[in-house]
């Protein structure tokens, strides 16, 4: 069978996910850069509140890392806490920690509100430990997060992993009950066709190609140009992730766009399914350059990592399907026949102190970006907040207070000829760590 370059969540949308909207208003109170969870998730809480609003996509919705991921919606952050404590102080870093665990209940109260049917589970995560090193960390780990945000981690030793992962190649585990699994397609379509019931207008095909400040009878207006005409905007909101151009330079310098891929193998049978994830788990392992797997609601092995550093071109994408089926292989020798019959790439969002940030950049623009590999969740969350925000709500979102870096030259948006050697050093890292 012949491997689909294609995204495979894609593929288990029936039918165009929303309506979009023909004519671009000559005005509205807020425009939203960017369809996917964040600015989407922004867009329906602001029409919730009466606010007109107007989300402007390049391409379709979702079109960014919101319909590529792996679907796992995770608490916790990318860095390890006692990092975050050092950098920030526990007191902030409780914050940021309760928000993680807020925006998975978030994502969940709108798709149960709204009545998205992207099967969303409360299956949990398993970190896998590649390492004995790794596995000894994790105690110590599970008790940091207990002691100071009150938040559970259960550690599963090698003896007890055939009960999570039908695979011996770890060196023991970590669970953490709270985490969920989606299909983030049609988790996108869901909140689309809800920002579009609250009364946002959704306008896909809208590349914003330029954003000017004007004064209009002595208050600030924003002028959106667009590859579908101008609109004027009393706010702004950037919710255009990794794949920020630019429109807004301000934020793209201080983006870093890395590849991930994701290859899903043919339907496996329910008992081998079963072997595999016996718990349905969303599984990473503990290497920089991780390893992120999960069945699929049809019960397909789907396989992500970090194969190629750079942002998804053909030939990325071709080569990742071959090393990322090696890597499968090596996790499960049960797939070694198992046909792939999808591989498709996006780019993530990092930023330099890999963390999430948002704020106001140029000219006063709102902006929310930096989810990495948390984007499910966090994107969703950030694009709530923003909304409450521009309604004047008091920001109460500890990631507001850290200051932004801009990203090194040759690793920005645009011009990442250095990407290769971050991804050298990581490997390294993974070698001597
Ligand atoms: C392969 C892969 C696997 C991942 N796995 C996971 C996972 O399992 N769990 C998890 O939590 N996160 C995961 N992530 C990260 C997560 O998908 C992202 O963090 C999240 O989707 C970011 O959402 P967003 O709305 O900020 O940006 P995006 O979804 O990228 O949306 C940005 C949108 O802005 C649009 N845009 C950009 N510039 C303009 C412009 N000038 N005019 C108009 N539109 C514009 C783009 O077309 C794009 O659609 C993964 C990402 C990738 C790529």
Not at 23 to 48: E, N
Not at 124 to 133: F, I, N, R
């Amino acid at each position: 069978m012949r491997i689909h370059e294609k995204n495979y969540w894609l593929d288990t949308v029936q039918t165009p996910p929303v309506q979009s909207a023909h004519d671009l208003p000559d005005a509205v109170d807020v425009a939203v850069v960017g369809g996917g969870f964040c600015g989407l998730s922004a867009a329906r809480a602001l029409a919730k509140r009466g606010v007109n609003t107007a989300v402007l996509e390049a391409e379709t919705f979702g079109w960014g890392a919101s319909c590529r991921n792996g679907g796992m919606v995770l608490t916790g952050m990318k860095l390890p806490a006692p990092t975050l404590i050092k950098r920030y102080g526990l007191d902030a870093v409780r914050k940021m920690y309760a928000t993680t665990i807020e925006s998975i209940d978030l994502v969940e109260q709108i798709v149960r509100g709204e009545n998205i049917d992207c099967n969303f589970s409360r299956c949990g995560h398993l970190e896998v430990a590649c390492k004995q090193s790794h596995f000894d960390g994790y105690a110590e780990a599970a008790a940091l997060v207990e002691r100071e945000f009150n938040h559970r981690r259960r550690i599963v030793p090698p003896k007890e992993l055939r009960g999570e992962i039908g695979s011996d190649i770890y060196f023991g585990g970590m669970v953490d009950e709270t985490s969920a699994g989606v299909n983030p397609a049609c988790y996108i379509a869901g909140l689309a066709l809800a920002a579009q019931r609250a009364g946002a207008c959704l306008h896909d095909h809208t590349r914003v190609e330029k954003i000017e400040t004007e004064s209009q009878s002595g208050a600030r207006r924003f002028r959106v140009r667009t590859s579908k005409g101008a609109c004027t905007a009393r706010e702004v909101i950037l919710a255009s992730g990794a794949y920020t151009t630019e429109a807004t330079p301000a934020l793209r310098k201080k983006i870093i766009p890395i590849g991930s891929y994701i290859i899903a193998t043919e339907v496996l049978p329910a008992d081998l399914a079963h072997e595999l994830s016996p718990r349905n788990r969303m599984i990473y392992d503990s290497k920089h350059f991780l390893y992120y797997y999960r069945l699929t609601p049809d019960n397909r092995m789907l396989f992500g990592g970090r194969a190629a550093f750079f942002p998804e071109t053909e030939t990325t994408v071709r080569k990742s399907a071959e090393i990322l089926r090696r890597g499968m292989v090596a996790v499960y020798p049960q797939l070694r026949g198992t046909k792939v019959e999808y591989v498709w790439g996006g780019t993530l969002d990092f930023t330099l102190d890999v963390m999430p940030h948002t704020g106001t950049i140029g000219d006063g623009m709102h902006f929310a970006a930096g989810f990495a590999g948390h984007g499910v969740a966090a994107a969703t969350w950030f694009g709530t907040k923003l909304a409450g925000l521009v309604c004047g709500e008091t920001n109460s979102n500890p990631f507001a207070a850290i200051p932004f870096p801009a990203a090194p030259i040759g690793l920005r948006s645009g011009h990442t000829w250095a990407l290769p050697l971050a991804g050298l050093w990581y490997r390294i890292l993974d070698f001597f760590t």
